[in-house]
């Protein structure tokens, strides 16, 4: 434990720093909206082909090959991502815009805690399908069910890419949490199995348009000094979700079953959707920092 607690508190945001990059360089583009459902669609491959990829390691070669995988990629990326300096956001001139905090962005404090909630409810849905399957005697097929999840959420986000949207990412969010706490309560009513194949699709078409409209928001409203600062509060937000889901999921199957724990995660998306719709209105009275970054880009 106080290694993953050590490797976990000195892992850098690679997400937020990507997404802080994407929004530098882009700016003002189209094709930011592009970069940053890309991003999401990269998410999802990595959080499903990373896990496959360490068991096959684990089980067919050595118990250390995962964590030897998992090193090698962690110091290529973070070198790969070191050796490209034109990409870095300039640094914020402290006397020019003061110290502060991206907190006080407007709607940032929601926004995290509506990723908190979808993150818990993810992380929940992860193990709850497993228990599930296992329950009734077809484990093997949490991977296929999971898979499937990816692949909708996938494919969301690449159609999620490819339009052009005149609403506000805000809206956006708000409109996308419910759909996304309806297909977490499909896996809750689930009668058998088989079920769990057609609700990971359409669950996962819900994810990542969430993501990237939460991700957009942040893009939107943060003053461009402090962004790199409200991407990464934004990523720990999820994380810290996915580290609530798993250390509860568990103790929920055990105590009162999977069918029970993916109750549990729609709670969780239901309390996604509220904090959506509380950061919507909150972002509607607001003024997007664009004209501040403008300002900063060319003063």
Known sequence: MLFSALSGGTMPAIGSLVRARWSHLLHGSP??????????????????????????????VDPMA???????????????????????????????HGR??????????LLMVTFIAAGTAG???DLGVVAFTEEHGA???????????????AVAGLWYDARPWS??????????????TGGTLVFAVAPGVAFLFPAAVLLGLTMAPALIAGFSAVERYVPRHRLTEGMALVTTS????????????GKV???????????????????????????????????????????????
């Open 123 to 125: 992380s929940i849905i």
């Open 31 to 60: 094709l930011l909206h592009a970069a940053l459902a890309f991003e999401s669609v990269v998410d999802e491959v990595i959080l499903v082909a990373g896990p496959i990829a360490v068991a096959v390691l684990v089980t067919g």
């Open 253 to 299: 199957v055990d105590l009162w079953g999977p069918r029970a724990a993916l109750g549990w995660a729609g709670c969780w998306a239901a309390a996604a959707a509220l904090a959506g719709l509380m950061t919507a209105r909150r972002l509607r009275r607001a003024t997007p920092a664009a004209g501040e970054r403008e300002h900063a880009r060319t003063g």
């Open 66 to 96: 995962g964590l030897v995988l998992a090193l090698v990629c962690t110091v290529a990326g973070q070198t790969a991502l070191a050796l490209q300096p034109g990409t870095e956001p300039p640094v914020a001139d402290a006397g020019r």
């Open 139 to 153: 484990k093997a097929a949490s991977g296929w069910v999971l898979g499937l999840l990816a692949l909708g959420s």
């Open 238 to 249: 999820m994380g810290i979700g996915i580290s609530i889901g798993s250390a509860t999921a």
């Open 167 to 180: 609403s506000p990412p805000e809206r956006r969010l708000a409109a996308t949490l419910p759909l996304f």
């Open 100 to 109: 502060g905090t991206a907190l006080t962005a407007p709607g940032l404090p």
